[in-house]
């Protein structure tokens, strides 16, 4: 606590906005843009590599917020005091910190995965600056921070040779998805049937339980996604500059009607709020793993030039 009061005496308006705006690359809808950038528009295989890396390490960063149930700053000192415009995003309990584990795992995984300087800079530079952003607005410690950076170091290490370097794809992905699957069915019946104890905070505790469903839908859509692709569709990443554009910011549109529109609605006609965000989640999935890729070859299409411009005919 006495390295983030030393933080609070520091803060200004100008490092107020900076780290404020990057703590935003560590929250989740950042975290399905750059997957889907990769997995749509860059290497399918290097966005199956980030999205694993993603979603099992939100299922680690979730059982050990219930495990070990440590209030955010805060809650611990009453005289300690946050960036207001941080509370929105910081749910749950606070170690260890779910933005530093995502920021680190995509960003590193793809630092890790690419050639180019520039990205790796770039990618490293977002590693560093999340975590610091985390503890600057107050929400949480270097623990928080450290146990969750070491976690996502571990992950991007240890999937990198598994899917990089394999030649049977399909044989080890399906692994990969297996793995996913009981990581992510072990947390659900966790949150169901774990004891929790009586003084156990019951909003921290309804936003684990919610993650529980959206990571199992999600898993299990992406898993579904990925036979299907793999037997029927095979999509490639390839294509004109703009029409990857095109592909990225339409596709996102039915992404983001399922993922806020489509909440409401659904937890109305199901009754259950957890389970309704899990059927979303696993929506989201199939729409972002199979169903939007089965237009690609109709967008690459409109790169082809017409035959009387690709003959000379005036």
């Not at 975290?31 to 950038?37: A, D, S």
């Not at 996604?225 to 990225?248: C, G, M, P, R």
């Amino acid at each position: 606590m006495e390295f983030l009061k030393w933080l609070q005496e520091i803060r200004n308006p100008v490092c107020d906005a900076i780290f404020s705006f990057f703590t935003t690359f560590g929250e989740e809808t950042a975290f399905i843009l750059i997957g889907l950038l990769f997995y749509w528009c860059i290497s399918k295989k290097q966005g199956y590599y980030l999205l694993s890396i993603g979603l099992i390490g939100t299922v680690l960063n979730q059982f050990l917020k219930l495990i070990f149930r440590i209030p955010r700053p805060w809650v611990q000192d009453k005289s300690f005091k946050i960036v207001e415009s941080a509370r929105e995003q910081a749910t749950g309990y606070s170690f260890p910190s779910g933005h530093t584990q995502n920021a680190v795992g995509i960003f590193g995984g793809i630092a890790l995965w690419n050639k180019n300087k520039a990205v790796k800079i770039i990618s490293v530079l977002i590693c560093v600056m999340v975590p610091l952003s985390r503890m600057y607005l107050g929400v949480h410690t270097p623990l928080d921070v450290g146990v969750s950076i070491m976690l996502s170091l571990a992950l991007l290490f240890g999937l990198y040779p598994i899917i990089r370097k394999t030649t049977a794809e399909v044989k080890t992905m399906r692994i990969v998805f297996i793995i996913m699957t009981l990581f992510a069915s072990a947390y659900l019946c966790f949150v169901s049937f774990y004891n929790f104890p009586a003084n156990v905070d019951a909003e921290n505790l309804a936003h684990g339980s919610e993650t529980a469903y959206k990571m199992f839908g999600v898993i299990l859509g992406l898993w579904l996604s990925f036979e299907i692709d793999t037997k029927y569709i095979s999509f490639k990443t390839e294509a004109k500059w703009w029409v990857q554009i095109l592909k990225l910011l339409v596709g996102l549109i039915p992404i983001l009607i399922i993922k806020s529109a489509l909440k409401t609605p659904l937890y109305a006609i199901i009754g259950n709020e957890f389970l309704a965000d899990g059927i979303r989640y696993f929506l989201i999935a199939i729409v972002a793993g199979f169903i939007w890729p089965m237009t690609f070859k109709y967008w690459n299409k409109l790169a082809e030039p017409k035959k009387g411009a690709e003959n000379g005919t005036k």
